[in-house]
């Protein structure tokens, strides 16, 4: 397997990764899927803002995809990053979260991120424990705060530390 950045050709595989995550399952909270367009303009949106998009390659297939933005949109919240991890139904299991994770992760401490945030639906034992395996630590639970197929959703947040430094 090799992690690799994202390119506009990726875009096909990485669409059909996430509009199965969307029909399937509530790891991606929206009721519409989304085109290649769609997945080109975020591409670009995340080249803009210096951001990577990483995809993770296997005999030549596109089995997972991986990304960080901006956590919120003020001044003051600019050393902190969220990150989304999606893998491939079939490829769930084998290693691919934890690469792209760790390659992901990397590249925060690069640009000087000082906290990666993970949002998970709390339910998604699977992901909090890739986290958790990975450094990541429970900072709190929103109850109820979204829904999907008819139910409320809560959401766990979990973070890294992804330096030691007193200030910013």
Known sequence: M???DAVEADMEAVAAIYNDAVANTTAI???STVDVANRIAWL???ARAGYPVLVATSGGEIVGYASFGDWRAFDGYRHTVEHSVYVRT???GR???KALMQALIGRARALGKHVMVAGIEA???S???LHEKLGFEHAGVLKQVGMKFGRWLDLAFLQLTL???PHP
């Open 29 to 31: 909270w929206n009721d």
């Open 90 to 92: 079939d490829r769930h």
């Open 123 to 125: 339910g998604n034992a």
């Open 44 to 46: 670009a949106d995340r």
């Open 95 to 97: 290693g691919v979260g």
């Open 2 to 4: 090799d992690i690799r």
């Open 127 to 129: 992901s909090i424990a």
């Open 163 to 165: 330096d030691d430094r």
